[in-house]
């Protein structure tokens, strides 16, 4: 956070930049907001700051309904974050709360409950229930906004427990109710499918980001083309299907779910695939000081470090080699044989990747079985909470598994936004192309994930 004078100068300004990083709340309307929300400036003497939504919920404070506070992109200090508070921002982003209670949570980072609440209060000013609870109303309104469905069904999709808690909840997040926050909205909707939209930080260099996905592509699993990026996603109550598109100031997001209580994990890892939480305008900031780097950062900005929605399934694309016609050949015949097969295909989507407890027992290269045997043992953590220094560890303690593998987990799925690998032949052309050698690579901590982006970006 902010000093509160700084944060009020920020305020002033209406300075974009620093939505999701804290929140404004106002004493004399009850109501938060974004720094970059365009009514009246309040008096500073009127204004609180909160390191989270649902800080300002605890306040008693209620949702703006201009700025929509609720629907910023997330935190980029909680997204690239290895420690206790933000390994369990990820966690609750992808639903575990409602799925294991705080107790689960708490199980999952190493801690007790008093303890996690305790550090989660101090980092971001309210514990874990109210957290999720922010969460699940976001959740609900997504819900009321895209589909026809009856409130009742979606107050248990967005992961209340009573339908009094639904309404409750909504009103103190948003002032009204659930009738009213659907309102008379009239939109044409395809059946069964949700449509959102995902913001973020911008610039974004969309045709790079989804033509790095494309090339990967595996068929079965994943489809591309024309700027859309399809594929299946295994999620912790069902499947689903995801249609993802840039659109002007936000990425189009079309989806399908067997159970509508996986909404929130699956636009979590949506946004991490496509790392939208980032701030590109902070790594741009540090690593455009370079006299090399610099001028190649200036000229490509907003270039994002392409992840994952499951860090197991990266895994085994990382030994495959995903990036050759060999390695996905080899993914497409694991999907094919392993994989679970969609109710009804999706044009040509067909399966999801096979689960890990089903790979240990298959006939695949030893390395995969080796590694699907390891999570499924519970050895080897790839969950999106894992720590990042001890998931590395545990990766390189694996038969068949190399740096380089390990490495590419880290960047991908486990979102650490200061990995390097020097073996990359893409890595190692950009670096002759700039003169420059691996020990340089040094000055650019804690951002050379992104300075390896940038460095594979460029061209003849």
């Not at 209060?121 to 999720?132: M, R, W």
């Not at 298959?362 to 894992?386: I, T």
Request: positive net charge.
């Amino acid at each position: 956070m902010l000093a509160d004078d700084d944060a009020y100068s920020v305020l002033r300004s209406r300075d974009g930049r620093f939505d999701g990083r804290f929140f404004v709340a106002v004493v004399t309307t009850g109501v938060y907001c974004r720094p970059s929300c365009p009514a009246a400036l309040p008096k500073r003497e009127n204004v609180r700051f909160y390191p989270s939504s649902a800080a300002a919920l605890e306040a008693g404070f209620r949702a703006c309904k201009r700025c929509r506070p609720d629907t910023t992109p997330g935190s980029p200090e909680w997204d690239v974050r290895a420690d206790v508070a933000g390994r369990a921002m990820r966690l609750i982003a992808d639903g575990l709360v409602d799925r294991e209670g705080v107790a689960g949570l708490a199980a999952r980072l190493g801690y007790s409950e008093r303890q996690l609440r305790r550090q989660l209060v101090a980092d971001l000013g309210a514990g874990p229930q109210a957290l999720a609870r922010a969460q699940r109303a976001a959740n609900a309104r997504t819900l009321l906004e895209t589909t026809d469905l009856p409130a009742g069904e979606i107050a248990f999709a967005a992961g209340f427990a009573t339908i009094r808690q639904f309404n409750d909840t909504l009103r103190q997040v948003y002032g009204t109710t659930p009738t009213a926050l659907r309102g008379s909205r009239h939109t044409r909707r395809s059946p069964g499918t949700l449509c959102l939209r995902l913001t973020y930080r911008p610039p974004l260099e969309a045709a790079r980001l989804f033509g790095f996905l494309a090339a990967r592509a595996v068929p079965g699993l994943e489809e591309a083309g024309d700027g859309r990026y399809r594929r299946v996603l295994a999620l912790p109550h069902g499947l689903g299907v995801v249609a993802l598109r840039p659109a002007h100031g936000y990425v189009s997001c079309e989806l399908r779910l067997e159970d509508l209580k996986d909404l929130s994990a699956a636009v979590g890892r949506c946004r991490r695939l496509l790392d939208l939480d980032a701030d590109p305008r902070d790594v741009a900031d540090r690593l455009g000081r370079d006299p090399v780097l610099g001028p190649v950062v200036a000229a490509a900005p907003g270039l994002r470090v392409p992840g994952h929605v499951d860090p197991a399934e990266m895994a085994v694309r990382a030994i495959a080699r995903e990036e050759t016609a060999g390695g996905r050949a080899l993914l497409a015949g694991l999907v094919q044989r392993y994989g679970t097969p969609l109710s009804a295909p999706v044009d040509g989507l067909t399966h999801a990747f096979p689960r890990m407890e089903v790979l240990a027992e298959a006939d695949v290269p030893a390395p995969v079985a080796a590694l699907a045997e390891a999570v499924s043992a519970g050895r080897l953590d790839l969950g999106f909470g894992a720590g990042r220094e001890q998931a590395g560890r545990e990766l390189l303690a694996v038969p068949g598994v190399d740096a380089e593998v390990a490495g590419r987990v880290r960047l991908r799925a486990l979102g650490d936004p200061d990995v390097f690998l020097p073996s990359d032949p893409a890595v190692r052309d950009g670096l002759s192309r700039l003169g420059l050698t691996v020990e340089d690579a040094r000055r650019w901590r804690p951002w050379r994930s992104y300075a390896m982006s940038h460095l594979t970006a460029i061209r003849p």
